[in-house]
């Protein structure tokens, strides 16, 4: 990201550092309604995102999840996840009328958040998508690299770097006076700077961990098929009771964080690198109507991949399912249960007659 306008974080993505010159067509028509539904959308998935990210941060910091690698992982996510779609809240609210972007340190903040919780999403999801090859193929290995200890150290190393690369916008970015509105811009003496890290920020969130994460998948995907035939040649027809394996489960939680992801991201990632390929190659300065509108359809998938994992964990983790239940569901229906024989208490007092019948 380069510049976060009022318009919303998405319009940086595309700009990429440069300044745009959209063609005047009457067709941009279908560009201010996917706009104008964004600003729907993107609420949604902030409260709901956070909300769903909360509780999945707390179901995987419990006593009985944080003692597994992965939950480490995807606790840390959803964290990072939070953080990000605070930052598009704030932006949001600006998009509203309301200025809560336009504040010296809050502009700065909000833009680092965005760099910053971005590259430890998707290197999350890499740590992850890591450890299932290692579960899935190199099986004997599990015990050694797919440690908590390691897993500490990996979130840890991540954040540090993420923290060294993307320090940037909080001194090359200020608020300044655009005709009588007060907007966060980046600093001129900068734009140099700022585009080289624009570039570097392109290659280490999107080419280099789309790459291996995709190359993994397949890895896994051809493991798993192999296997899949090997054992019915073994086994015949006889069908294995793979559901209750603790650890197909994890597995096939983990392949469906990695491929959601991918199918969310990609689109944006996309039409991400084809504008930059465009403005460095090509020299391209233009954005086309078609071009625009995918920019925004494809940004409101990405958005959504901030907000649905609370879903993937529900729907294939039997253990986190199990876990959340207990931890609110339980502890909701005790309290009710609690709140009952309050009241049933109180109203025996309030009616010693009744005593005095019974």
Known sequence: MSEVSNTSINETYLQNG???????????????????????????????????????????????????????????????????????????????????????????????????????????????????????????????????????????????????????????????????????????????????????????????????????????TVNVIQTYHRQRRLKGNRRDNKSKNPQGQVTKMLFSVSLIFIVLNLPSHAIRVYSTVSQLVFGMTEVSVLERSMHFAFYTLYYMNFAVNILLYLVFGPKFREEFMRIFLRRSKQRNELTMMGSEKRTLLESPEQVTHL
């Not at 007060?182 to 700022?194: A, E, L, T």
């Open 18 to 220: 440069s300044h745009l010159d959209l063609p005047k067509d009457d067709y941009q028509v279908v560009i201010v309604i996917l706009s104008r539904l964004q600003k729907y959308t993107n609420p949604v998935f902030c409260i709901l995102g956070l909300l769903g990210n909360v509780i999945a941060a707390t179901v995987f910091l419990s006593n009985s999840q944080r003692k597994t690698s992965c939950s480490l992982y995807l606790a840390a996510r959803s964290v990072s996840d939070s953080g990000f779609l605070i930052a598009l809240f704030v932006v949001w609210l600006s998009d509203i009328g309301i200025p809560a972007f336009n504040y010296d340190v809050i502009c700065q903040l909000i833009i680092f958040l965005t760099y910053f919780c971005g590259f430890l999403s998707v290197w999350f999801v890499v740590a992850l998508t890591t450890e299932n090859f290692v579960r899935i193929c190199h099986p004997f290995s599990v015990n050694k690299y797919c440690t908590t200890k390691i897993a500490k150290i990996v979130i840890f190393a991540f954040v540090v770097i993420a923290l060294a690369l993307y320090n940037f916008p909080l001194w090359t970015n200020k608020v300044v006076n655009n005709n009588g509105t007060m907007v966060c811009s980046r600093i001129p003496k900068y734009d140099v700077v700022q585009q080289a890290l624009n570039y570097t920020d392109t290659l280490l969130t999107l080419v280099i961990p789309i790459s291996i994460i995709i190359c993994l998948m397949v890895t896994i």
